[in-house]
């Protein structure tokens, strides 16, 4: 019957079934959402690693309302990003805030992206946080993390990027020692390729040089110092092979010969154009891909080059009395002269052909020195610019020499490219710039500084953490960060003595995967 038709009824009744009308037509009221709840509140991913997030709006009393429209957000999408449904996908080491929004409030979910295991897959880069002139070195939240007191063969992650930092060296191993260090930032291999399942071989000094195993999720062990013929005349002489075919190959100048040693039984493994007699004091060992192609410099100061190739014996030299040291292309064939006079100039030795094939000027030019060495690139630093400088490219194919930007990471810096890589676009090849002289740099503008920075030719521009190291030039040159790869690229090593801890030891960083 229509509730509106009361004609014959009692005035009474007539009221109480307009009531009755009004309580059934009006609209039920819809409470609103007066706070929201994430599920997870927090979680720790590896780049690539998903985690499907819960959002909830609640009335005022708590209780949970349904039928909302819920939109998602992230506060950094080069760490962390989200779907329309709550998915978040971890993309690179770092942290973002995962936000659910519904009629005005929100709730959000702490995301924390850790570099993921070294156990295989690819070296990349583009896992790690994106290189800003904001992460200087978080001295506080290393400090919490007492690196001094770690034993070798334990690890810490970076404060900034999370990467896993394994200590290989401490007061008493290898042996005992009160400064631990390995040598310089460029040249031969210091990371051994993996002997013998996952372990490696590292290089370090403490007075005497030592090898020592590393084995990731096991520890450090096998120390054994390297004496008599095997025994490096001074730094720089001493390169683990680059062949994946024979991880076990070490080579060694001893002050008389370049020899190949066997690092499983450590003897003597020569054939196959070793050994190298009469070099005395060969220093800046270092070699290409697979082996090919050595180069090393007659005494400290030269001034005579050598490029030797053991697979068929040619032993070829160049000598001018201007050169300061030699840079080898990881592809072979080209090896570049920093020299000493022209100050910081490139003369391009084209080993195959036997010729000086290119001269830049150096100073005040683009300088060719503290280099890292890739298959046919170097990259380096241009600090005859205004500071924070730009970075640089070296062509030995096309000859060239071009800025690729900037800022740079700092001035007092060393390049490293001990990693060889294949990409499809040369310029795609990773290389690793580190700062040199204490924390960080004086000044400002400088990208991630003080700090580990991964740089292509094209535009990457990745930080790998911090080695919160104190040393200056001034303090102990020999014992300066030198940041080097392995030629995998799997581990980057360095010196630190631990934000001013009265030592120093070596450190290898796990460098992520895909």
């Known amino acids: 019957m229509d509730c509106c038709r009361i004609a014959g009824r009692t005035v009474l009744a007539a009221m109480a079934l307009v009531a009755s009308c009004d309580k059934s037509t009006a609209p039920t009221s819809i409470a609103p959402v007066a ?28 209780n949970p309302l349904s039928g909302r429209v819920i939109t998602w957000s992230t506060s950094d999408a080069t760490a962390a990003t989200v779907s329309g449904s709550g998915l978040v996908t971890a993309v690179a080491v770092g942290g973002a805030t995962i936000t ?28 790690l946080p994106i290189a800003t002139t904001s992460q200087a070195p978080l001295t506080t939240a290393y400090d919490a993390l007492n690196v001094p007191a770690i034993a070798a063969g334990g690890s810490y992650l970076d404060p900034t990027t999370g990467v896993k930092v394994y200590k290989i060296t401490s007061a008493t191993f290898p042996t005992s020692s009160p400064n631990w260090g390995h040598d310089y930032a460029e040249g031969g ?31 450090v062990g096998n120390g054994r110092q390297l004496t008599g013929t095997f025994a490096p005349v001074q730094d720089q002489a001493f390169a683990f092979s680059t062949n994946p075919a024979t991880p076990w190959y070490a080579y060694v ?19 196959n154009g070793w050994p190298v007699i009469d070099e005395s004091v060969a220093v800046w060992l ?22 030797y190739e053991p697979g068929t014996g040619t032993l070829k030299t160049y000598t001018n009395a201007g050169i300061d040291e030699p840079r080898i292309g990881r592809a072979g064939r080209y090896i570049g002269l920093t020299m000493a006079s022209p100050a910081e100039a490139l ?4 080993w195959q052909a036997d010729s000086i094939v290119l001269k830049t000027t150096g100073d005040p030019g683009i300088p060719f020195i503290h280099v890292a060495s890739l298959r046919d690139r170097w990259y380096g630093v241009d600090w005859n610019l205004s500071q924070p400088y730009q970075y640089v490219v070296f062509d030995p194919v096309a000859r060239t020499q071009l800025h690729i930007g900037g800022p740079t990471n700092s001035g007092d810096e060393y390049g490293n490219g001990n990693w060889i890589q294949h990409p499809a676009d040369p310029d795609d090849q990773w290389a690793l710039f580190s700062h040199f002289e204490g924390l960080a740099p004086a ?11 991964y740089v292509t030719a094209n535009g990457q521009r990745r930080l790998l953490g911090h080695p919160y190291t104190t040393i200056t030039e001034a303090t102990d040159y020999a014992l300066a960060s030198f940041v080097r790869q392995s030629s995998d690229g ?8 631990m934000n001013g801890s009265g030592r120093t030891d070596v450190f290898l960083v796990e460098v992520p995967t895909r």
């Not at 409030?105 to 992206?113: D, F, H, L, M, Q």
């Open 35 to 62: 706070s929201m709840t994430v599920s997870p509140a927090s979680a720790s991913l590896s780049a690539g690693q998903t985690v499907q997030l819960t959002a909830t709006p609640r009335d005022s009393q708590g």
């Open 347 to 350: 003369f391009l030795w084209d």
């Open 100 to 127: 659910a929004t519904s009629e005005g409030k929100s709730a959000g979910a702490v995301i924390t992206v850790t570099a993921p295991s070294g156990g295989g897959g690819t070296p990349d880069p583009t896992l």
């Open 189 to 219: 291999d210091e990371v051994s390729l993996p002997y013998n399942g996952t372990t490696r071989a590292v290089l370090v000094h403490g007075g005497a040089y030592w090898l020592v195993d590393f084995t990731p999720g096991v520890g």
């Open 443 to 453: 000044g400002s503008g400088w990208l991630a500084p003080g700090g580990m920075v």
């Open 253 to 271: 100048s001893n002050g008389t010969s370049v020899r190949r040693i066997d690092i499983r039984t450590m003897t003597e493994a020569p054939g």
């Open 490 to 497: 799997r581990y980057v090593m360095f010196t630190s003595d």
């Open 286 to 307: 270092q070699q290409s891909e697979n082996d090919g192609l050595f180069a090393w410099m007659r005494g400290a100061s030269g001034p005579t080059v050598v490029g």
